[in-house]
Structures are given as C-alpha cells and as structure tokens.
C-alpha cells in the first residue's frame, strides 16, 4: 500500500497486545514467585534454578491470562468508561481476546508441570481458578477484592513449589507472607474498582489497610529471619521503602480520589508489590531480594509506554 510504512502495523499490534496484558504487571509476577521460594530456602529449603526459572515464567502468563480475559469480559462496558483500552478501541479483535487468554492460562500450567512437574501444575491451575472466578463474575464488589487477593497470595504459594517443600511442609513465614499480599493486593483492587469515575476515601483507606498489613507482614518476616545483620538491615530499608513509596501515592489519592490520582496511585501500588516481594525475599539473603528487585527496573520502563491499570 503506498505510504505504508514497514514495520510500524506490526509495532503497532505488538503495543495493542502489550497494552491488553498489562506488560509491566507481568513483570511483576516474578517477584511474587522468587518470595515464596527464598522463604523455604529461609526455612533450609533447596531450590533448583531451571524450576524456579519455569515457574516465575509461567506466573507471566497466568497474569497475562488473566488481564486477558478482564478485558474480554469487560468489552461492553469499556466501551463506555475506557474506550481506549484496546477491545473497545478496535486494536484487538474480542473474538480473538477470550480464545488468546484461556491459551495463555493453560499454557502457564503445562509449562508448570513440565518444567517442575504435578504439584507445579496443581500450583499453576490453582492461580489459574482464581483468575476465572475473579473474571467470571466475582469482580465489582467486595468478593471480587478478595479474590484478586488471594490469587496473588497463590502466587506466592505457587513459587514454594519450585522447591522440594509440600503444602504440609511450608514455612509459617511462607503462609503469612502470601496472607501480607494477599492483604495488600485486595485493599489496591478495592481502590481500583473505583478508578475509572474516581474512588471515594472510603475505598482509599482499604488500600491504606492493605499497606500497613503488607508493611507489617514484611517488617515481621524480615525481622524474625535467622540471618546476618545486613540481611536484615537490607530487608527493614526495603520494607521501609515500599511503605513510603505507596504510601505516597495513597496519599495523595486520600487527599483527591479523582481519577487523575487513584490511577497513578494503583499503578504505583502494583509495581510497589515488587519491592514488597523483593523485602520478603531478603529472609533468604540479599541474593534473594535481588533477584526479585530487578524486575521493577522493566516493570517501571515499561509502565512509561503501557498502561499499568
């Protein structure tokens, strides 16, 4: 065609599909995965690095399932509050949106049972339930909050099955840090609910509750952990830096809960979870918290150019 430009249809579909999945919040999956495994490793665990590595890519495509289907869901009503999105924008078929995230979920569970074998799977598909119960009907209130909630706090779990660890066999710090996120996650979505017409204060303080149970699930795991001083000392500065970082956004959403803040302040909320992770992690060593710190390098870069929320 003339005045085509090569490449920039195919540029143009790869921005749509990333901005369907939410590119930079399935960066922030793997993080949830390195905290459950560095506290069994914590706990005297063994963890090999091909398992690990299979499962923190399979909880990309679970997230990427799951925001998947959201949209496909929410097709009509983004039409009139978020017409941009890419459904309601034409820019991805919705035929093709609710065929491409079922894929994508079970994709993530073969790749769980292939790279870490059944009870990866059984981790994998547990996720999976959580994304289709959130998906299929359960958003929009209070169960809704909840459930997104707990499937990120599977996540968590999802990652202690990389190791040799059974579900009878799990640290208390492994079971109380998937309840801190979970905490966390359905406090942000209570807040999010809101976000397109503007949040209340209300819905704001959830989220608040959220981060002070978050910060101190954190704070606790940290300090409790048998480790050395610069363990510790790195795993309270990470603590103390997720606090202050979604605190701030929080702040000013209490202040203004207007979309022009409660947008960004969930955005800030969700690439602020990395550091959460990253905080949980330093109970195994800073190694640890490392490996999950440096995905909100991407994450952050990523969030410049497609939308987190």
């Known amino acids: 065609m ?34 459950g495994a560095a506290l069994v490793v914590a706990a005297g665990g063994r963890v090999a690095p091909t398992p690990l590595a299979g499962v923190a890519v399979s909880s990309m495509l679970l997230y990427a399932g799951g925001t998947t289907l959201n949209d496909y869901v929410d097709a009509a009503a983004d ?43 059984i981790g994998g598909t547990a996720v999976a339930a959580g994304v289709l119960a959130y998906d299929g009907g359960l958003k929009g209130g209070p169960a809704g909050w909840v459930a997104m909630g707990a499937t990120r706090g599977l996540n968590v779990l999802f990652g202690t099955t990389a190791t040799a660890a059974t579900l009878r066999s799990l640290p208390p710090r492994a ?66 830096g997720f606090a202050l970082v979604a605190g701030r956004g929080l702040a000013f959403a209490l202040r203004d809960p207007s979309p022009a803040t409660v947008g960004p302040a969930v955005g800030t909320c969700i690439l602020g979870l990395v550091v959460f992770d990253a905080a949980l992690a330093a109970a195994a060593g800073p190694r640890w918290a490392l490996a999950a710190l440096a995905c909100l390098g991407p994450a952050y870069v990523l969030s410049r150019s497609v939308e987190v929320s």
């Not at 490449?7 to 790869?14: E, F, H, I, N, W």
């Not at 017409?83 to 035929?95: Q, T």
Request: proline share 7%.
């Open 2 to 35: 003339p005045g085509t430009v090569p490449g920039v249809g195919a540029r143009r579909r790869l921005a749509a599909y990333a901005d369907l999945v939410r590119a930079p919040n399935c960066v922030t999956a793997p993080p949830d995965v390195v905290a």
């Open 79 to 121: 039409e009139s509050d978020r017409p941009d999105r890419p459904i309601p924008s034409g820019r991805v078929p919705r035929a093709r949106a609710g065929p491409l995230g079922v894929a994508f979920l079970c994709g993530a569970v073969a790749l769980a049972a292939a790279v870490a074998g059944t009870r990866a799977a």
């Open 175 to 240: 079971l109380a840090a998937a309840g801190g996120v979970a905490a966390y996650i359905a406090g942000v979505t209570c807040m999010a609910d809101g976000e397109a017409g503007g949040a209340t204060r209300r819905s704001v303080l959830v989220a608040v509750l959220g981060l002070v149970a978050g910060t101190a699930v954190a704070g606790a795991t940290v300090l409790t952990a048998d480790r050395s001083g610069v363990s510790v000392a790195f795993g309270v500065a990470l603590t103390a």
